[in-house]
């Protein structure tokens, strides 16, 4: 496969037409011929053994191209980053992801924290390198995180190719922003730190350096469960409005939390582990 950088700027139609500006139009053709032809050089090749990801791409490209986000780097790349995702997914184009870490320098705070956010990513790139490279560069206990990270979003392929289906058949996308799963809930309206990630789980990722506690937005239903560190509990019943649970601790381990419901399961494999805490 391709994974397609560059190619999308301005200053390319300036060195081959001699001119200053460039109609939109035009920039946009090129977001879409550009993965096409991509596409069916592989399709050529290979068949439908073939996957391209751009950092750009118009309208149509969706057809032949997943995305990533480009040069985003820092805490402040990775708040943004979920923001991309949630709108991606919004606009038809569900397979996103990002370079876990940041493109720019990153250290191994950072890189942990980026790592549980793309485990929960419809496409999860690592971007490794000099000083970014975990087992070489990282202490025992980040890489520990990291290997984790690594070994649930394996757990999580079944889920994610049945979310994956979902969204060529309906267009509802992987990364899900709150109000898509609870359009009445106006609390949920313009949230951008949490999101539902498919139809079950629910993802707050930690995107504060030094952060020790976490706000999440809850709203449960019923016969759904709650994970918290010393166990399941049980949401008694519906609620019409999200509620505010403010003081979760944050712990060394993946943003998720499972939601079932009634005559329905949440996949074993996101029950079994994956939680950020307890109220304090």
């Not at 500006?21 to 035009?26: F, G, K, R």
């Not at 009445?184 to 504060?208: C, F, I, K, N």
Request: net charge positive.
């Amino acid at each position: 496969g391709y994974k397609i950088d560059r190619g999308d700027e301005h200053d390319l139609f300036l060195l081959f037409t001699r001119t200053k500006e460039v109609p939109d139009y035009m920039a946009n053709y090129n977001g879409i011929l550009f993965p096409k032809m991509a596409f069916e050089g592989l399709e050529k090749r290979h068949g439908d053994d073939r996957f391209v990801f751009a950092r750009t791409a118009y309208d149509k490209g969706r057809q032949y191209t997943a995305l990533w986000n480009g040069d985003t780097g820092g805490w402040k790349g990775l708040q943004e980053s979920i923001k991309h995702g949630l709108r991606s997914g919004s606009i038809n184009f569900p397979m996103w992801g990002t370079d876990t870490g940041g493109y720019k320098k990153t250290d191994e705070k950072l890189f942990a924290r980026w790592m549980h956010f793309s485990v929960y990513s419809p496409m999860m790139e690592v971007l490794i390198g000099p000083d970014r490279t975990p087992w070489y560069d990282f202490k025992p206990a980040y890489l520990d995180a990291i290997r984790k990270a690594a070994v649930t979003r394996h757990d999580l392929i079944p889920y994610l190719r049945s979310m994956l289906y979902q969204a060529t058949q309906t267009g509802m996308p992987v990364m899900r922003q709150m109000n898509f799963e609870f359009p009445a809930d106006e609390a949920l309206a313009d949230v951008a730190t949490q999101y539902m990630y498919g139809s079950e789980l629910l993802v707050s990722p930690v995107t504060s350096e030094g952060a020790e506690k976490q706000t999440v937005l809850l709203r449960p239903v019923a016969g759904s469960s709650i994970m918290t560190r010393s166990g399941l509990t049980r949401a008694s019943r519906p609620r019409s409005r999200s509620r505010c649970v403010r003081g979760f601790r944050i712990f060394r381990s993946s943003p998720a939390r499972a939601r079932s419901f009634p005559g329905g399961t949440s996949p074993a494999s996101a029950t079994a582990g994956p939680r950020i805490g307890r109220p304090s």
